[in-house]
């Protein structure tokens, strides 16, 4: 089965790579699946069973870094626009109006049985142009996974929004806000619905493989040995979340700040429980490298080589969802670190800012973790010292909490799973 997931996938960054795998377990079945996406790529490229299409096929706009702020909206102007007159531009490349040379995407197409958009909140003009084609093509294609609203942009994309919510079989938001903003522009707002992260459907590697990955490294042996309890830790430098911290500061006095704040939280965990930290690279991209963060991080500890570990190791996306499984906890700014700790029982203290409505509505208001959230925008080091000690010393009862909310989060992608198929229209 061949789904074609039409958006911008930088597959170093796992948390996006959740998200395919996600999407590739919830609707295989069982069966072999042929996924595509689009990366920073020049010629199409195979990892697994996935295909790899360049970004520039398709998108003039959707993961273009050279366009930011002004220049930013008025492609986006162009584009709508555009589309609403019917010229598609490098979207006809998944059509056979398309060039030559992208004969193997639009083979994909053609085969394609699902052709989605949205995923990792994304979904822009560009998207729109997506669902228009894959219906003319008779396809099953639709939003899942958006967390992206009108914004400030309703004056020229409404009506191509409503237009693509029309069309679409399915409109799936990860978080009520992003559902909220599209419903203005519905005419019928009770297909817009809210369902679990993709992400959330993915399975990890097994505990013998996940165990054996960290059974390598002497200091975890270590620590095991010595009944250190293990915290699993993501730091990151890039993003909404830091973006939101101190913005009165920049450069590398922002980063030091950033990284004193986590240290000092990690430092208060062993100097009073003895815990090893373990720092887990959700991203190894070249513009937001975790490793690079978590070394900044360990650099400003006052605590000693022995109490942490950098796991320098470009790990898929289903090997830290089974890492994440083995820690006792785990205090992550990366959501996607955090909806793995959902997925599988780990205790945690989510760090990110009030802006971020991504990790609200994901972390906080579907998996019932409100508590468990820290601004670090308006949470001093020291309040967040003493906040994640309490949920780290609340361990045992958030672990057994999240099993509700594991079930719920299950039932609620069965729901997802047969909206997509067409064989149910609910409120998951």
Known sequence: MHILVADYVPLANKGEEAIIRGIEDLLSQGRPVALGLFDNVSAPMQRENITVFPREWLFRLEGNLALSGRGRILMQVLITAQLRLGIHGPLQN????????????????????????????????????????????????????????????????????????????????????????????????????????????????????????????????????????????????????????????????????????????????????????LFLPHSVETTGNDIVAAGHVTEQMKAGAEDSMILEHDCGARLLKGLIRECDFLVGERTHSLIAAVSVGTPFAALTNRRDTRTHGIIGAMCRSQDRIIDIDIMGEDDAQSKVMELFEDRNSIRESLGPVQEELSRQMDGVLRVIQGTARERV
């Open 94 to 277: 998944l059509t056979s109006a398309g060039v030559e040379r992208c004969r193997p995407l639009q083979d994909f197409f053609r085969r394609a049985r699902y052709v989605l958009v949205g995923h990792d909140g994304v979904f822009c003009p560009e998207s729109c142009g997506v669902i228009h084609l894959a219906k003319k093509q008779g396809k099953r294609a639709g939003i899942l996974g958006a967390s992206t609203g009108l914004a400030g942009g309703r004056f020229y994309k409404a009506g191509l929004y409503r237009r693509t919510l029309e069309e679409s079989d399915f409109c799936i938001f990860r978080e009520n806000h992003s559902c909220a903003s599209m419903s203005q522009v519905c005419r019928d707002p009770a297909k817009l619905l809210v369902g679990p992260d993709p992400a959330f459907a993915m399975r990890p590697v097994s505990p013998q493989a996940a165990r054996e990955v960290l059974d390598r490294y002497e200091p975890y042996r270590k620590a095991r040995q010595d009944k250190r309890p293990v915290v699993a830790a993501t730091a990151l430098e890039k993003g909404r979340i830091y973006a939101g911290f101190r913005p009165d500061l920049r450069a590398r006095a922002k980063q030091q700040a950033h990284a004193r704040y986590l240290a000092g939280i990690l430092d208060h965990l062993v100097a009073r429980h003895r815990v090893f930290a």
